[in-house]
């Protein structure tokens, strides 16, 4: 248990949620390919998007977590919500 509470302490847990995130962008993208190669590159950018929004908030997570100034903790919200735009965009797009 106290192993768990020096990974949230330190912000490490952090890096570990981005590690799993590493890997499932890559999972994604090679069924994406698998799939339908045509369209492979829009799935990855799609995937890429999605991600990017979700890591800006993982990032702010461990901002928080180890006290960094509150516009450090900012700006990677703001990172995150520009991706959640494009990721919205790029959906939107598609539909068309």
Do not use: C, K, Q
């Not at 390919?33 to 979700?54: K, P």
């Amino acid at each position: 248990m106290a192993e768990l509470e020096a990974l949230f302490r330190s912000g490490a847990i952090a890096v570990v949620v981005l590690a799993v995130m590493v890997v499932e962008a890559v999972l994604l993208v090679a069924w994406a390919r698998r799939r339908d190669m045509a369209s492979w590159r829009r799935e990855a950018a799609l995937i890429a998007a999605n991600l990017a929004s979700g890591a800006g908030l993982v990032l702010s997570l461990r901002a928080a977590l180890i006290g960094a100034p509150w516009t450090e903790v900012a700006g990677f919200l703001l990172v995150s919500f520009a991706a959640h735009i494009a990721d919205v965009v790029l959906r939107y797009a598609r539909r068309r």
